[in-house]
């Protein structure tokens, strides 16, 4: 997901710092950029001026601390509460106060994000969906403290400089799009327990009758089927209903290592540039 708001921020000409836990993630990361334009040129949506104008926009950063200059951060780290407030922390004590501290979580608390601030008014949500360069909608998630004044400003960049539409969505586990897609994904590894069809089948009945890009199973495989599991407990713990709680074939696979296109193998098989095999 960094890597894709990345591009997609560089493509509506705007210059991205990016940092990375490490060296070594920071040039893959830039590698996997390049290697999706390449892949966009292949098909004649991008010549190559384009893309050298993309990458040069695109700043690997060493630190956090090289983002002092910033107009806006997106953070979007792992899904993992305790990494994303010490990111905040820190962010916190980078950025002048005036700058939108904006995470891409899916399912955890803008206002516990906000709490380790000493502005919370200016940490709000910019939850991006899966792929972001196609995906023309950004959920804008409003924590408890966050002003009107941010969301406005935030609601401005998502529609007028990056040409999204912006969904306001006020802090929910799951939001709107996480937390019915991942219902649709699980109810659909329920028809598969029971031996209703196939996971092939599934797939084709919901891609070709309703219209679908892709199925539940060939979706949960694009989004990691570890980051599926990981936003259905965390709702089944905050909503405490037995719909949220995950599939055991979607624990399994987890456990098992197949975690979908980022593996190589989920539901299906895919080749290293996530075609299906």
């Not at 070594?24 to 950029?33: F, G, N, P, Q």
């Not at 384009?50 to 792992?78: F, G, W, Y």
Request: proline share 3%.
């Amino acid at each position: 997901m960094g890597q894709g708001i990345c591009e997609m921020l560089a493509f509506n000409g705007l210059e991205v710092y990016m940092v990375e836990r490490d060296q070594t993630r920071l040039s893959h990361a830039i590698c996997m950029i390049e290697q999706s334009l390449d892949k966009q040129m292949e098909r004649w949506a991008l010549t190559s001026a384009e893309k050298k104008l993309v990458m040069n926009r695109i700043h690997p950063m060493a630190q956090l601390s090289d983002l002092a200059e910033c107009e806006l951060v997106i953070e979007t780290i792992t899904e993992d509460l305790d990494s994303k407030l010490d990111i905040f922390r820190q962010l916190d004590q980078i950025c002048e106060p005036q700058v939108i501290l904006a995470s891409n979580t899916s399912t955890l608390s803008l206002t516990e994000l906000a709490s380790v601030t000493h502005h919370p008014e200016r940490v709000i949500g910019m939850h991006f969906v899966y792929p972001v360069s196609k995906t023309d909608l950004v959920e804008i998630v409003r924590g408890l403290r966050t002003s009107d004044e941010t969301f406005e400003l935030t609601k401005h960049f998502v529609e007028e400089t990056i040409h999204k539409k912006g969904v306001m969505v006020f802090e929910s586990p799951g939001f709107v799009t996480t937390r019915l897609i991942c219902l649709f994904i699980n109810e659909a590894l329920h028809v598969l327990e029971e031996g209703v069809a196939s996971a092939d089948d599934i797939d084709s009945a919901m891609r070709i009758g309703y219209s679908f890009q892709h199925g539940p199973f060939e979706m949960a495989d694009r989004f990691g089927l570890d980051a599926v599991l990981a936003a259905l407990e965390r709702m089944f713990r905050e909503y405490g209903e037995l719909k949220y709680r995950p599939s055991f074939i979607l624990k399994k696979m987890v456990r098992g290592g197949q975690l979908g296109v980022k593996s190589g193998a989920g539901f299906f098989s895919y080749d290293k540039d996530g075609g299906r095999v």
